[in-house]
Protein backbone atom coordinates (compact mmCIF):
# COMPACT_ATOMS: atom_id res chain seq x y z
CA UNK A 1 0.00 0.00 0.00
CA UNK A 2 1.31 3.35 -0.90
CA UNK A 3 1.79 5.93 2.18
CA UNK A 4 3.07 9.71 1.69
CA UNK A 5 5.97 8.05 3.82
CA UNK A 6 6.79 5.14 0.82
CA UNK A 7 5.51 1.81 0.30
CA UNK A 8 4.52 -0.83 2.84
CA UNK A 9 3.25 -4.18 2.65
CA UNK A 10 0.09 -4.65 5.18
CA UNK A 11 -2.72 -6.95 5.61
CA UNK A 12 -5.85 -7.07 6.15
CA UNK A 13 -5.72 -7.24 9.13
CA UNK A 14 -3.12 -4.64 10.19
CA UNK A 15 -5.41 -2.06 8.55
CA UNK A 16 -8.13 -3.41 10.57
CA UNK A 17 -6.79 -3.42 13.61
CA UNK A 18 -5.25 -0.09 12.96
CA UNK A 19 -8.65 1.39 12.26
CA UNK A 20 -7.02 2.35 8.88
CA UNK A 21 -9.87 4.10 6.42
CA UNK A 22 -9.51 2.53 3.11
CA UNK A 23 -8.03 4.77 0.74
CA UNK A 24 -9.89 6.70 -2.11
CA UNK A 25 -9.67 10.17 -3.42
CA UNK A 26 -11.84 11.32 -6.60
CA UNK A 27 -9.94 12.12 -9.92
CA UNK A 28 -11.45 16.01 -9.62
CA UNK A 29 -9.55 16.84 -6.05
CA UNK A 30 -6.57 14.87 -7.13
CA UNK A 31 -6.01 17.09 -9.91
CA UNK A 32 -7.05 20.04 -8.16
CA UNK A 33 -4.69 19.58 -5.16
CA UNK A 34 -1.82 18.51 -7.59
CA UNK A 35 -1.93 21.54 -9.57
CA UNK A 36 -3.71 24.28 -7.26
CA UNK A 37 0.24 24.98 -5.43
CA UNK A 38 -1.00 23.32 -2.17
CA UNK A 39 -0.46 19.97 -2.68
CA UNK A 40 2.76 19.17 0.09
CA UNK A 41 -0.73 20.32 2.40
CA UNK A 42 -3.57 19.20 0.91
CA UNK A 43 -1.76 15.30 -0.09
CA UNK A 44 -2.27 14.79 4.02
CA UNK A 45 -6.03 15.06 3.77
CA UNK A 46 -6.37 12.01 1.59
CA UNK A 47 -3.41 10.34 1.34
CA UNK A 48 -2.39 7.65 3.96
CA UNK A 49 0.02 8.17 6.29
CA UNK A 50 2.44 5.74 8.14
CA UNK A 51 1.63 7.91 11.75
CA UNK A 52 -2.11 6.47 11.28
CA UNK A 53 -0.70 3.04 12.95
CA UNK A 54 0.79 4.93 15.69
CA UNK A 55 -1.98 8.00 16.18
CA UNK A 56 -4.02 6.84 19.71
CA UNK A 57 -7.20 7.51 21.18
CA UNK A 58 -10.59 6.52 20.37
CA UNK A 59 -13.40 5.94 17.72
CA UNK A 60 -16.06 7.50 19.17
CA UNK A 61 -14.94 10.76 21.16
CA UNK A 62 -17.75 12.92 21.61
CA UNK A 63 -20.28 10.60 22.65
CA UNK A 64 -22.21 9.38 19.14
CA UNK A 65 -23.37 5.95 20.56
CA UNK A 66 -24.87 7.80 23.80
CA UNK A 67 -27.07 10.13 22.13
CA UNK A 68 -28.31 7.72 19.96
CA UNK A 69 -32.20 7.52 20.28
CA UNK A 70 -33.06 5.98 17.00
CA UNK A 71 -30.80 3.71 15.23
CA UNK A 72 -29.14 6.51 12.91
CA UNK A 73 -30.28 9.87 15.01
CA UNK A 74 -28.84 11.50 17.47
CA UNK A 75 -30.06 14.16 19.62
CA UNK A 76 -27.47 15.46 21.76
CA UNK A 77 -28.75 19.16 22.21
CA UNK A 78 -32.42 19.74 22.18
CA UNK A 79 -32.99 21.84 19.21
CA UNK A 80 -30.90 19.22 16.88
CA UNK A 81 -31.14 15.96 15.19
CA UNK A 82 -27.97 14.38 13.46
CA UNK A 83 -29.11 11.83 10.86
CA UNK A 84 -27.01 9.21 10.02
CA UNK A 85 -27.92 8.43 6.19
CA UNK A 86 -24.69 7.19 4.27
CA UNK A 87 -21.40 5.35 5.27
CA UNK A 88 -19.73 6.87 2.11
CA UNK A 89 -17.87 9.87 0.75
CA UNK A 90 -16.51 10.61 -2.45
CA UNK A 91 -13.11 10.69 -1.19
CA UNK A 92 -12.23 9.66 2.15
CA UNK A 93 -10.48 12.14 4.55
CA UNK A 94 -7.53 10.69 6.63
CA UNK A 95 -8.44 12.98 10.21
CA UNK A 96 -12.55 11.84 9.69
CA UNK A 97 -13.74 11.57 13.51
CA UNK A 98 -16.33 9.19 11.95
CA UNK A 99 -13.03 5.88 11.22
CA UNK A 100 -15.31 3.41 12.97
CA UNK A 101 -17.84 3.73 10.36
CA UNK A 102 -17.28 5.62 7.10
CA UNK A 103 -15.87 3.88 4.17
CA UNK A 104 -17.33 0.68 5.79
CA UNK A 105 -20.21 -1.53 6.08
CA UNK A 106 -21.86 0.47 9.07
CA UNK A 107 -24.96 -0.35 11.17
CA UNK A 108 -24.97 2.87 12.44
CA UNK A 109 -26.80 4.34 9.16
CA UNK A 110 -30.60 4.84 9.79
CA UNK A 111 -32.54 2.03 8.38
CA UNK A 112 -35.82 3.26 9.28
CA UNK A 113 -36.94 6.90 8.14
CA UNK A 114 -40.06 6.38 8.66
CA UNK A 115 -39.55 5.56 12.65
CA UNK A 116 -37.08 8.43 12.41
CA UNK A 117 -39.25 10.72 12.05
CA UNK A 118 -41.68 9.63 14.23
CA UNK A 119 -38.99 10.51 17.30
CA UNK A 120 -39.29 14.18 15.53
CA UNK A 121 -42.61 14.11 15.81
CA UNK A 122 -42.61 13.26 19.24
CA UNK A 123 -40.01 15.77 20.17
CA UNK A 124 -41.41 19.46 19.39
CA UNK A 125 -38.18 21.02 20.49
CA UNK A 126 -36.37 19.89 17.79
CA UNK A 127 -36.40 22.38 15.37
CA UNK A 128 -33.52 21.44 12.90
CA UNK A 129 -31.92 18.33 11.41
CA UNK A 130 -28.16 17.61 9.82
CA UNK A 131 -27.67 15.14 6.97
CA UNK A 132 -24.49 13.91 7.32
CA UNK A 133 -22.72 10.43 7.68
CA UNK A 134 -20.66 10.09 5.34
CA UNK A 135 -21.85 12.49 3.06
CA UNK A 136 -25.24 12.99 2.25
CA UNK A 137 -24.22 14.05 -1.44
CA UNK A 138 -22.97 10.67 -2.82
CA UNK A 139 -26.95 9.23 -2.31
CA UNK A 140 -28.45 10.13 -5.47
CA UNK A 141 -31.32 13.29 -5.76
CA UNK A 142 -34.07 10.40 -5.91
CA UNK A 143 -32.56 8.93 -1.87
CA UNK A 144 -32.69 12.49 -0.65
CA UNK A 145 -36.45 13.03 -2.04
CA UNK A 146 -37.44 9.87 0.22
CA UNK A 147 -35.52 11.31 3.27
CA UNK A 148 -37.12 14.11 2.83
CA UNK A 149 -40.84 13.03 2.04
CA UNK A 150 -40.80 12.00 6.08
CA UNK A 151 -39.15 15.06 6.87
CA UNK A 152 -40.73 17.82 5.50
CA UNK A 153 -44.18 17.05 7.11
CA UNK A 154 -42.57 17.77 10.20
CA UNK A 155 -44.26 21.10 11.37
CA UNK A 156 -41.59 22.01 13.64
CA UNK A 157 -38.89 21.62 11.66
CA UNK A 158 -37.71 24.80 10.16
CA UNK A 159 -34.21 23.71 8.54
CA UNK A 160 -32.52 21.24 7.51
CA UNK A 161 -29.01 21.41 6.93
CA UNK A 162 -27.19 18.95 4.48
CA UNK A 163 -23.17 18.56 5.90
CA UNK A 164 -20.95 17.82 2.47
CA UNK A 165 -17.64 18.33 1.26
CA UNK A 166 -18.74 17.08 -2.41
CA UNK A 167 -18.23 20.87 -2.98
CA UNK A 168 -14.35 20.02 -3.00
CA UNK A 169 -14.25 16.69 -4.01
CA UNK A 170 -16.85 16.17 -6.95
CA UNK A 171 -18.50 19.79 -7.54
CA UNK A 172 -20.33 18.45 -10.49
CA UNK A 173 -22.69 16.25 -8.36
CA UNK A 174 -24.01 19.44 -8.39
CA UNK A 175 -25.35 20.05 -11.85
CA UNK A 176 -28.13 17.60 -11.12
CA UNK A 177 -31.07 18.71 -12.98
CA UNK A 178 -32.80 17.21 -10.04
CA UNK A 179 -31.67 19.16 -6.84
CA UNK A 180 -33.36 22.47 -7.90
CA UNK A 181 -36.68 20.70 -7.19
CA UNK A 182 -35.47 19.04 -3.87
CA UNK A 183 -34.36 22.47 -2.57
CA UNK A 184 -37.96 24.07 -3.34
CA UNK A 185 -39.80 21.29 -2.15
CA UNK A 186 -37.75 22.83 1.23
CA UNK A 187 -39.01 26.27 0.77
CA UNK A 188 -42.42 25.19 -0.19
CA UNK A 189 -43.14 23.37 2.98
CA UNK A 190 -41.08 26.76 5.48
CA UNK A 191 -38.57 24.41 5.40
CA UNK A 192 -34.36 26.90 5.56
CA UNK A 193 -32.76 24.76 2.82
CA UNK A 194 -28.38 24.64 4.42
CA UNK A 195 -25.52 23.65 2.94
CA UNK A 196 -22.78 23.19 5.84
CA UNK A 197 -19.45 22.47 2.97
CA UNK A 198 -16.34 21.50 4.57
CA UNK A 199 -13.30 23.84 3.08
CA UNK A 200 -10.19 23.19 5.17
CA UNK A 201 -7.47 25.05 2.88
CA UNK A 202 -8.02 27.45 0.30
CA UNK A 203 -6.51 25.55 -1.78
CA UNK A 204 -9.72 23.03 -1.89
CA UNK A 205 -12.15 26.67 -3.00
CA UNK A 206 -11.74 26.15 -6.51
CA UNK A 207 -13.47 27.89 -9.42
CA UNK A 208 -16.23 24.92 -10.17
CA UNK A 209 -17.36 25.23 -6.88
CA UNK A 210 -17.70 28.86 -6.78
CA UNK A 211 -20.18 28.75 -9.74
CA UNK A 212 -21.58 25.91 -8.30
CA UNK A 213 -22.22 27.75 -4.61
CA UNK A 214 -23.28 30.89 -6.76
CA UNK A 215 -26.05 29.00 -9.02
CA UNK A 216 -27.35 27.10 -5.48
CA UNK A 217 -27.40 30.32 -3.74
CA UNK A 218 -29.08 31.86 -6.41
CA UNK A 219 -32.09 29.36 -5.75
CA UNK A 220 -32.29 30.57 -1.92
CA UNK A 221 -29.45 28.00 -0.49
CA UNK A 222 -28.05 29.21 2.09
CA UNK A 223 -24.49 28.08 3.37
CA UNK A 224 -21.92 27.63 6.35
CA UNK A 225 -18.81 26.43 6.07
CA UNK A 226 -16.81 24.32 9.20
CA UNK A 227 -12.77 23.42 8.89
CA UNK A 228 -10.76 21.36 11.14
CA UNK A 229 -7.81 22.85 12.20
CA UNK A 230 -5.19 20.18 10.91
CA UNK A 231 -1.54 19.83 11.93
CA UNK A 232 0.74 20.01 8.66
CA UNK A 233 -2.39 21.17 6.28
CA UNK A 234 -3.80 24.36 8.00
CA UNK A 235 -2.06 25.16 11.48
CA UNK A 236 -0.98 28.73 9.63
CA UNK A 237 -2.88 31.78 10.48
CA UNK A 238 -2.98 33.26 6.86
CA UNK A 239 -3.95 30.13 5.22
CA UNK A 240 -7.27 30.15 7.41
CA UNK A 241 -7.32 33.65 6.75
CA UNK A 242 -7.32 33.72 3.26
CA UNK A 243 -9.77 30.70 3.18
CA UNK A 244 -12.23 32.52 5.45
CA UNK A 245 -11.76 35.51 3.25
CA UNK A 246 -12.46 33.90 0.52
CA UNK A 247 -15.87 31.96 1.97
CA UNK A 248 -16.81 35.18 3.02
CA UNK A 249 -16.18 36.70 -0.51
CA UNK A 250 -18.69 33.81 -2.06
CA UNK A 251 -21.35 33.64 0.57
CA UNK A 252 -20.22 30.68 2.55
CA UNK A 253 -20.61 32.07 6.12
CA UNK A 254 -17.52 30.84 8.02
CA UNK A 255 -18.93 28.55 10.95
CA UNK A 256 -16.65 26.49 13.30
CA UNK A 257 -12.92 25.77 13.10
CA UNK A 258 -12.98 22.87 14.94
CA UNK A 259 -10.02 21.58 17.40
CA UNK A 260 -8.88 18.43 15.94
CA UNK A 261 -10.50 15.16 17.73
CA UNK A 262 -8.34 12.79 19.66
CA UNK A 263 -9.10 10.06 17.10
CA UNK A 264 -7.80 6.70 17.06
CA UNK A 265 -5.53 6.72 13.92
CA UNK A 266 -6.26 10.42 13.38
CA UNK A 267 -4.69 12.11 16.34
CA UNK A 268 -1.90 13.24 14.42
CA UNK A 269 -3.33 16.00 13.33
CA UNK A 270 -3.81 17.78 16.36
CA UNK A 271 -2.24 20.90 17.46
CA UNK A 272 -2.09 22.08 20.79
CA UNK A 273 -4.18 24.28 22.65
CA UNK A 274 -1.80 27.26 23.17
CA UNK A 275 -0.98 26.97 19.16
CA UNK A 276 -4.92 26.55 18.37
CA UNK A 277 -5.10 29.74 20.41
CA UNK A 278 -2.21 31.46 18.47
CA UNK A 279 -3.30 30.79 15.49
CA UNK A 280 -7.00 32.36 16.01
CA UNK A 281 -5.59 35.18 17.20
CA UNK A 282 -3.74 35.39 13.75
CA UNK A 283 -6.78 34.92 11.79
CA UNK A 284 -8.67 37.52 13.40
CA UNK A 285 -5.93 40.36 12.83
CA UNK A 286 -6.03 39.55 9.25
CA UNK A 287 -9.86 39.24 9.04
CA UNK A 288 -11.93 42.57 8.93
CA UNK A 289 -15.02 42.73 11.26
CA UNK A 290 -17.61 41.28 9.38
CA UNK A 291 -15.60 38.44 7.87
CA UNK A 292 -14.85 37.15 12.07
CA UNK A 293 -18.15 35.04 12.19
CA UNK A 294 -16.03 31.42 12.95
CA UNK A 295 -15.76 30.15 16.48
CA UNK A 296 -12.96 28.16 17.67
CA UNK A 297 -14.53 24.98 18.53
CA UNK A 298 -14.12 21.90 20.81
CA UNK A 299 -16.38 19.07 19.72
CA UNK A 300 -16.13 16.92 23.33
CA UNK A 301 -17.86 14.25 25.08
CA UNK A 302 -20.26 17.01 27.20
CA UNK A 303 -20.89 19.56 24.72
CA UNK A 304 -19.52 21.98 21.91
CA UNK A 305 -16.81 23.97 23.71
CA UNK A 306 -15.68 27.24 22.84
CA UNK A 307 -11.78 28.02 23.14
CA UNK A 308 -11.55 31.55 24.21
CA UNK A 309 -7.78 31.98 25.84
CA UNK A 310 -4.63 30.94 27.50
CA UNK A 311 -4.79 33.36 30.60
CA UNK A 312 -2.14 35.57 31.72
CA UNK A 313 -2.70 33.15 35.12
CA UNK A 314 -1.59 29.95 33.55
CA UNK A 315 -4.93 28.82 32.54
CA UNK A 316 -7.55 27.88 29.56
CA UNK A 317 -10.67 29.43 29.61
CA UNK A 318 -13.55 28.27 27.64
CA UNK A 319 -17.32 28.17 27.47
CA UNK A 320 -20.18 25.52 25.95
CA UNK A 321 -21.87 27.07 23.47
CA UNK A 322 -23.80 23.79 23.45
CA UNK A 323 -24.28 21.50 26.17
CA UNK A 324 -27.47 18.95 26.85
CA UNK A 325 -27.80 21.18 30.04
CA UNK A 326 -29.18 24.79 28.88
CA UNK A 327 -28.01 26.14 32.55
CA UNK A 328 -24.19 25.52 30.98
CA UNK A 329 -24.33 27.06 27.90
CA UNK A 330 -22.86 30.68 28.19
CA UNK A 331 -20.95 29.94 31.11
CA UNK A 332 -17.03 30.67 31.28
CA UNK A 333 -14.79 28.12 33.22
CA UNK A 334 -11.55 27.51 33.04
CA UNK A 335 -9.00 24.75 33.48
CA UNK A 336 -5.02 24.59 34.22
CA UNK A 337 -3.26 24.67 30.97
CA UNK A 338 -0.56 22.13 30.34
CA UNK A 339 1.65 22.19 27.30
CA UNK A 340 0.88 20.10 24.21
CA UNK A 341 -2.42 19.58 25.81
CA UNK A 342 -4.79 19.10 22.81
CA UNK A 343 -8.09 18.22 24.13
CA UNK A 344 -10.49 19.05 27.52
CA UNK A 345 -9.50 16.05 28.77
CA UNK A 346 -6.01 17.04 28.50
CA UNK A 347 -6.20 19.79 31.08
CA UNK A 348 -6.39 18.85 34.51
CA UNK A 349 -9.36 19.62 36.92
CA UNK A 350 -9.11 22.08 39.13
Known amino acids: MKFIEGTRVVTEGELQ ?47 EHDNTVVLGLQHKYPQTGLL ?28 DFARVAQYIRDHPEMTNVLL ?12 LNEILDHLLPIRHLESIRFGTKMVAFEPKRFDDSALPALFQRLQKTGKTAIIVTHFDHIGEISGDAVRRIQSLRAQGVQFLNQSVLLAKVNDDPEVLAATFAKCHQIGVRPYYLFQGRPVKGASHFQVSLRRGLEITRGINQRLSGIQKTFKYIMSHYTGKIEILDLGEDGRVYMR ?29 EG
Open 17 to 63: ANNITRHHVTKYYRNQITKGGYYEQLKNIVEPSLQEFESRGSLDTSG
Open 84 to 111: LVTDRCASYCRYCFRKRLVGTESDEVAP
Open 132 to 143: SGGDPFVLSTAK
Open 320 to 348: YHQNKMPEKIGRIFSRPHLEDACWLDDLP
